[in-house]
């Protein structure tokens, strides 16, 4: 099922009066049987998006289909979608089993088959062994699990799913969205995940889309919005270790920062004299590889406005990938004429300074 969003807006009126654009004009296509992550920090608008695609928010404008059917106005419980939200309240005057067969019940499926699918289901988000308890008897982990074994028992078209790892333990966290990424292979529900987490999003998404405002700021597959974010905010937002960020300068035709010139600014559609921010990805770093500084390689930069600090990428040349970032305060070994590195030019960015 292709979920369409177009122009969708919600406004929000606070308790002064003022308006709070919650979700501004949202124009996106949900292709069928993709798994979408939802992307951006707390309060960028995923959970409104979300909920205007259950039905639970009216749209203050915008329209939204699913396939070629408008259903802006229909009602949730006829849109098909199985909902998760982070603090999903089960019934908990049922046990697990029951909470996760009962919408196979409203929907009369046969009693021997309902039991069958709910064992299926508490098996694949390994609870079967909880299924006779309630759950005031169970961890709030479990209890999310049993959220998610009923929400895709009744197989939905659309599964909808608000942060919901955000209460596992990591290790069930990086279990459950394999799961979820399984079971949505599998079934081929047209999956919406809403996550703050940038490294989630992009483990378990075939696209993602980035908010931030209540605007989408990228949409795409992750490792091509990874590589060619359209701004600052996006190319922050995503990449562990983030991204180094500097100020740097046009002159000549060249990139600067500092005294440092970066060698190329072809394509990067710049002006003379204009200051920019650079994004460099940590993995641009590029040690020299006779380089006699041998096995820690320190891959320089410079930041003037943080004073005495330097931020540096060290990694060591066998295992580049696994970079990371320290501070030394002692500028007195290191200048930047001994710096020994070049750049993956690919992986170095850069924006209209943010006013
Ligand atoms: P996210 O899910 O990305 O954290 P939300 O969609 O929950 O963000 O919220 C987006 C913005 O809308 C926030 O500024 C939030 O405070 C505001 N907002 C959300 N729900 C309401 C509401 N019911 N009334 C007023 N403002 C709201």
Redesign the pocket.
Known sequence: MEIKLQNLT?I???KSGKE????DNLDITIPNGKLIGLL????????????MIAGL?TPTGGKIFFGDEEVTEVAPEKRGIGLVFQNYALYPHMTVRQNIMFPLENLRVDKEEAEQRTVEMAKLVGIEELLDRKPAQLSGGQQQRVAIARAIVKKPKVLLL??PLSNLDARLRLQTREEIKRIQRETGITTIF?T?DQEEAMSISDEIVV?NF?LEQQKGEPQSVYDNPTNQFVAQFLGTPPINLYEGVIKNGKLFIGNSEIRSVEGFNLKEDEGVTVGIRPEAYIPVKDSKQAKLVIAYNFVESIGRDIGLVCAHPESLNESFRIIIRDLAEITPEKMNFDLNLKKVFVFRKIS
Do not use: I
């Open positions: 919600k929000f009126s606070d709070v654009r919650a979700v951006g920090p707390s309060g960028c608008g995923k959970s409104t998006t979300l909920y928010h608000d942060e809403v703050h908010m209540g």
